[in-house]
């Protein structure tokens, strides 16, 4: 099983999350953001990814460096499941609508760290969350896990159908990455034999 346990804490938050890429989509989230914690209930559910968060942060100042320290955990638990990635699809992408939005994810778990984020919004908070935040997870997910991760959302009006398609758009295509390829699960996807680096 392709499973994996990060402890993380700093003088800003301390974190417990778990994964399990073969699991069904469970999860268990408390980040003390409520926003954050639908978010990745989301991701859990839609990627079948079973998903454990526990964070407390410096809340009192904001919720910045809980999100961006709950996305490094949860890309390090990812990046330690996945080991020397040998067999996985290694690509994922995704369309998702939510009623008039739309997303597109697509992902390349190459150990290649880097965001492409063309995601705006029209107003300045989501709940009691700062939307300006949620770049800030993507990209220390995408850093943590060694992903190139680009997301754009092609169009919408409501900033909550926005950002929950950004999660479900990048569950999909991580749900179809980590997949084990039957015709290659003893191979590394790279015509280097490792990943990481040049291709």
Do not use: W
């Given at each position: 099983m392709r499973k994996a346990a990060i402890t993380r804490n700093t003088n800003e938050t301390?974190?417990?999350?778990?994964?399990?890429?073969?699991?069904?989509?469970k999860?268990?989230?408390?980040?003390?953001?409520?926003?954050?914690?639908?978010?990745?209930?989301?991701?859990?559910?839609?990627?079948l990814m079973d998903l454990e968060v526990d964070a407390k942060?410096?809340?009192?100042?904001?919720?910045h460096h809980t999100t961006e320290d709950v996305g490094i955990a949860i890309g390090q638990a990812v990046?330690?499941?996945?080991?020397?990635?040998?067999?996985?699809?290694?690509?994922?992408?995704?369309?998702?609508?939510?009623?008039?939005a739309?997303?597109?994810?697509?992902?390349?778990?190459?150990?290649?760290?880097?965001l492409i984020w063309k995601v705006a919004f029209g107003r300045?908070?989501?709940?009691?969350?700062?939307?300006e935040l949620f770049k800030e997870w993507f990209q220390a997910f995408a850093q943590a896990a060694g992903a190139t991760l680009h997301v754009e959302s092609l169009y919408g009006d409501n900033d909550?159908?926005?950002v929950e398609s950004?999660?479900?758009?990048?569950?999909?295509?991580?749900r179809e990455a980590v997949e084990i390829d039957p015709r290659k699960a003893d191979a590394v996807p790279s015509t280097k034999g490792t990943l990481g680096g040049s291709l």
């Open positions: 301390s974190i417990k999350v778990a994964v399990d890429l073969d699991g069904s989509g999860y268990a989230v408390s980040t003390g953001v409520g926003f954050l914690d639908h978010m990745l209930e989301q991701l859990s559910r839609h990627s942060g410096d809340l009192h100042i904001d919720a990046n330690q499941a996945l080991g020397d990635r040998k067999g996985i699809c290694r690509y994922g992408s995704a369309y998702v609508p939510m009623d008039e739309l997303t597109r994810v697509a992902l390349d778990l190459s150990n290649r760290p880097y300045d908070k989501l709940g009691t969350m700062d939307t909550h159908h926005i950004c999660f479900k758009a990048l569950a999909r295509a991580l």
